[in-house]
């Protein structure tokens, strides 16, 4: 059932932390959007920061939007269509979790609820309580995350998941769980593709590509590259951001491609001196 939208709605956020999430480089990514387009592709979603930061700046703006992780992808449609029946379920799990934390956290991480909603509301409370919002599976596909040292998580932000679904309601928006070569088939002329894809370990200690079961690997970075030349010949804008590595910069190094290097602070630290000093790229066809 959809929603009746009496109340005032605050502004859409990511419903999940979700490594490698791009709130922090909103204004940067802001910065360097064309100033019209026609649909907005997002094909790497994750936690979709740009597209909570897009959908709230233009209403009517047309988007599509999918990631691999099928888990991830359900929880979009849940939270557009069912988003009542998901807040309650997250509430229980809340009710049980100031029980007795670890027993709960650890019996919800082992179980495999078949229900959509189930099947939301665990991804939702598992990324509140884990440590430090990760989502990573083993090569099973199971999520192998411990739980994190919260005193109170925000289990149920109810809020923001009702204008999330609210927003998400649109028309306009087409949710899809697919590879990201698949938007080669849809996108035209004039369209923005925005890719924001598992990174490049930049050294050996920083290989963090386990949000599938299927790692991102030096093949689809080379596949990702191939793709971006293609939507370039359709006359698409591609923006893609990556991490500050020679082979990133070679694919990307003839015209049209301009690579700026932008500093991203990986987390809010409390020691100022360790903020600064890292570095990803951002690059564009346009
Ligand atoms: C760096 S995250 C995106 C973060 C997002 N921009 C945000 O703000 O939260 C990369 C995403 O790519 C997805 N992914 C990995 N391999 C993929 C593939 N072959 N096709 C589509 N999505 C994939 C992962 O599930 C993950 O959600």
């Avoid at 094909?43 to 099928?70: V, W, Y």
Wanted: aromatic content about 10%; proline content about 4%; glycine content about 4%.
């Amino acid at each position: 059932m959809k929603q009746q939208f009496s109340q005032i709605l605050s502004t859409p956020k990511p419903f999940v932390k979700w490594a490698g999430g791009k709130r922090q480089l909103i204004p940067i990514l802001n910065e360097n959007l064309p100033e019209t387009f026609g649909t907005y592709f997002e094909p790497f979603l994750g936690g979709g920061a740009l597209l909570f930061h897009m959908l709230t700046e233009r209403q009517s703006q047309k988007c599509s939007i999918s990631d691999l992780n099928s888990d991830l992808v359900l929880s979009y449609t849940t939270i557009r269509d069912r988003v009542e029946d998901l807040i309650t379920s997250l509430k229980n799990h809340e009710k049980n979790y100031q029980k007795d934390s670890k027993s709960y956290y650890y019996s919800i991480r082992e179980s495999n609820p078949r229900s959509q909603i189930e099947k939301t509301s665990r991804l939702i409370f598992l990324n509140r309580t884990c440590f430090n919002g990760l989502y990573r599976v083993n090569s099973k596909g199971k999520f192998n995350v411990p739980l994190g040292k919260y005193s109170n998580p925000n289990i149920v932000n109810e809020d923001n998941l009702r204008s999330v679904s609210h927003i998400l309601q649109s028309s306009k928006v087409s949710i899809n769980c697919r590879d990201f070569e698949a938007v080669l088939r849809d996108a035209k002329k004039d369209d923005l593709v925005y890719f924001d894809p598992p990174y490049q370990p930049v050294s050996d200690t920083a290989n963090f590509t386990s949000y599938t079961n299927k790692d991102f690997t030096y093949d689809d970075l080379s596949r990702l590259a191939e793709l971006c030349m293609d939507l370039d010949s359709k006359g698409c804008r591609v923006l893609l951001s990556n991490s500050n590595s020679k082979e990133v910069a070679d694919m990307f190094s003839a015209k049209p491609w301009k690579i700026n290097k932008i500093q991203a602070n990986r987390s809010i630290n409390s020691n100022s001196k360790k903020r600064t000093g890292h570095y990803e790229l951002l690059i564009r066809n346009y």
